[in-house]
């Protein structure tokens, strides 16, 4: 099969049970598209904007929302449609399936049209590669072409992330990402000041992306490889770590992140759904850390730890 095929699993349920599948879907893939139109009236109908919503968009059924992830071609898809079953069978909600075979030359530039710079954090702004943008003073330009990796810039988990790390990276630091996907939380570090960085994923194709944005970026000083969580990380103790997960992984990874951190070194945690917070609390107590800081946006949770 050819490099460039992909195939779309497209789960589609309640509204109501978003957030759900995402954190399943997010099991099989950092390659996702989430399609939501349950509050558009909120967000931009009663804007400026509403005129120039097309008109699919705005007769979509928005009762319901649908979570693609993009695979390559070459993944023996019986095994990722089983492995999404039997999480589904432990979920609590119904949801319809469409497996869809498709080229990335179909779908890799389209969505670029919606993906404009955006500032994360206090300094921060992350700029698509293809976009001119004219820097401020002050500002710290993220160069970003997500392909087929989670990092965009525009999640809240991505945003609360770069919000944290603005506060605790210094010129001395030794930052470790775990779940990388695009590069973005690495990329940040370093050009805020971190004196050496160190990215890893489980997915192949996001390690890829993730050197390929590094490389745009000028930055020298970030290793990106591949790993299963902790496993594959270079052995040591991490200034600042972070770990813009789910919740299911973070609570799994938590017993063990220990082991590369000082009684100096902050770990931020995210990718929380607001619905996960209690049992991220109680594996956070588990494990003997405390929260330093914690702040929300539209439902997704970002913490800060220290050992206790």
């Not at 070459?74 to 999480?87: A, F, K, N, R, Y």
């Not at 469409?98 to 710079?117: H, N, R």
């Not at 050496?196 to 390929?212: F, G, S, T």
């Not at 997704?300 to 050992?307: D, E, M, P, R, T």
């Amino acid at each position: 099969m050819e490099d460039n095929k992909w195939v779309q699993v497209k789960l589609t349920t309640k509204v109501e049970n978003l957030d759900k599948l995402i954190a399943i879907m997010s099991m099989i893939s950092n390659s996702l598209q989430i399609e939501d139109y349950s509050d558009i009236e909120d967000r931009i109908l009663d804007g400026v904007y509403g005129d120039l919503i097309d008109e699919s968009v705005l007769n979509a059924d928005r009762t319901v929302a649908s979570v693609s992830a993009y695979v390559p071609a070459s993944t023996p898809i019986e095994e990722c449609l089983g492995v999404l079953s039997e999480l589904l069978g432990e979920a609590d909600f119904e949801t319809t399936l469409d497996v869809i075979s498709l080229c990335e030359e179909d779908w890799a530039d389209s969505w670029k049209q919606y993906y404009k710079p955006i500032k994360i954090g206090e300094k921060l702004v992350v700029v698509p590669m293809w976009e001119r943008y004219d820097i401020q003073e002050g500002e710290i330009i993220v160069k970003m072409d997500p392909g087929m990796a989670f990092g965009t810039g525009t999640h809240e988990t991505t945003r609360l992330c770069a919000t944290l790390l603005e506060k605790y990276v210094n010129s001395e630091s030794k930052m470790l990402d775990v779940g990388c996907g695009s590069g973005i939380l690495a990329i940040c570090a370093s050009k805020l000041g971190a004196k050496e960085c160190y990215a890893y994923d489980i997915d192949p194709v996001a390690v890829k992306v993730a050197k390929e944005n590094i490389k745009d970026n000028d930055v020298t000083n970030i290793e990106c490889d591949v790993s299963d969580l902790l496993k594959g990380v270079k052995a040591g103790k991490y200034d600042v770590i972070t770990a813009n997960i789910v919740a299911d992984i973070i609570i799994r990874m938590l017993p063990d992140i220990g082991n590369f951190m000082h009684k100096d070194t902050t770990l931020v945690i995210s990718g929380i759904i607001d619905e996960r917070c209690e049992d991220v609390y109680k594996s956070i107590k588990e494990n003997s850390f405390k929260i330093i800081e914690e702040i929300h946006e539209n439902g997704w949770c970002a913490i800060s730890l220290k050992l206790a």
